[in-house]
């Protein structure tokens, strides 16, 4: 358990340090960056809506798992 949770940790470190990397050599996919931060937000707000914070949270909770077991990628 311990296990996942740095594994997770270090994975979301990895994607910021890697995402911040790609952002300052291609400054042309700074809109793209944004529109896309934009699309994700607009879905968290209307899941909260519907379906309420604790629901949402394990919607959110089950994507990372189902992606995170995914043995073909």
Request: aromatic letters at 16%.
């Amino acid at each position: 358990m311990i296990r996942f949770f740095l594994a997770l940790i270090l994975g979301i470190f990895l994607f910021l340090i890697v995402g911040s990397l790609v952002l300052e050599e291609f400054p042309s996919l700074q809109p793209l960056w944004e529109e896309f931060k934009a699309h994700i937000v607009q879905l968290y707000n209307m899941s909260l809506v519907r379906y309420g914070a604790v629901t949402t949270f394990v919607i959110i909770i089950a994507i990372f798992i189902v992606f995170g077991s995914n043995k073909r990628i």
